[in-house]
């Protein structure tokens, strides 16, 4: 097992440093300058048009919502990755890894932008509403289908799989820590499996209601859990306001290789804040836009907008909560600790109730994240088959990997989401590029009608001479009200 653990850490450090890493962010700025900083510019059209009401899906129900698109996208983003993964980037690259996390985030902010617009412009119809994402794109955009399929292949294997094995991962690190915790020994060996079960039992019977019971699960559990640990995580650095300005000064310190801390170089710094950080918020990798094709939204731009807000609110916020929980508690650097580290960081603040609080967080962030990496792996093999014997056993195959999860080792399973979702990046980026002005047109479009005091409606014929678009004859919803105009 350590040797193929080995074996895929080096194809990994290959494919992430000369591949992945430069094209993320070459191509984040080009669409930076292209869209003239979208992810910076429209800030405030983010938080309005994420709330606006959905239309009505072609089985005659309420179709979903921007918020419901968004809320699922957040529950696969808002994951361990947040509490995990930010701690195994400290816990490796040091404070600076950090700052790296942040910049990332803006920068790929345009990707995601671009990709969810994408997404939105091709998306297509089903019974129970809408289905699309890169695959989606790939075909009608790109008239790509081979490129499509493989795209829908990795997914299914990265999230329906890969990262589902994480979050069970997580799950049973953090329980395990709080019962070692409570009772002052060593978990039992029969943990984890009973977890595995009990995960298998609890999101099986979610997963069979469909996406709409998927969405309104992520839309009720995401907000509440992603309050309870911000309140946690401010009472902690309220705790140790003294110490912010130092912790501030070692991430930039550390970011620069002014201060090495710990083993971690300037480099680790770098690999490991936008990798962790890429793990946590997606921007770029074709995930999200799976979650935001859903959306009934009357412009593509609108879950463009909506899921660029995703991504700040999934590193600027919550990963950067996590950040300061840890580095204001004096962490020991070099030890790959995962979750333990942010359990032990709030335990010293707040007392051993934050400690298993945190494991009921984790708990929830996993739970949610894992139906989203569910859905984001059941519209991919839509996309390559409808064959209920093969949906079937695609939730079996999930399922098991929820059990395998439970009870693999924490290094192998996060090497192979590494690895997988190193593919992703290069796959949707490579994808996205040529379409990029594409996202642009759409925005200049948007922006003008907001210029006018109009909430923006799109049609297909406001694109002359683009083709494969499969929805959009109509609006998706009707209302032209007029509005506060929006800044250029």
Known sequence: MQALTDALGVVNDQLWTFVAIPLLVVVSLYFTVRSKAVQLRLVPEMARTMFEPSGTAPDGKKAISSFQAFSVSAAARVGTGN???????????????????????IIAGSAAFVESTLAQLYKVRDRAGYRGGPAYYMLYGLRSRWLGAVFAVVTIFTFGFVFTSVQANSIVAAVSNSVSTATGAEAASWLAPAIGVGLVVLIGAIVLGGVRRIAHVAQTAVPFMALIYLLMGIAVVAMNIDRVPAVLADIVASAFGLREIGAAGVGTAIMMGIRRGLFSNEAGMGSAPNAGATAAVSHPVKQGLTQTFGVYFDTLVVCSITA????????????????SLTQNALEANLGTWSLHMLTLIIFLLAFTSALGNYYYGESNLWFLTSKPALMT????????????????????VWTMADVTMGVMVVLNLAAILPMGALAVRLLKDYTDQRKQGLNPVFTRDRLPGVTGVQCWDEPETADRSPDVAVAD
């Open 83 to 105: 509490v995990a993964g930010v701690a195994i980037a400290i816990a490796l690259g040091g404070p600076g890894a950090v700052l790296w996390m942040w910049v990332m985030g």
């Open 324 to 339: 300061f929980i840890i580095l204001v508690s004096n962490p020991v650097y070099g030890e790959e600790v995962g979750a």
């Open 393 to 412: 056993a695609y939730r079996a195959v999930f399922l098991l990997m929820l059990f395998i999860g439970s009870v693999a080792s924490l290094s192998l």
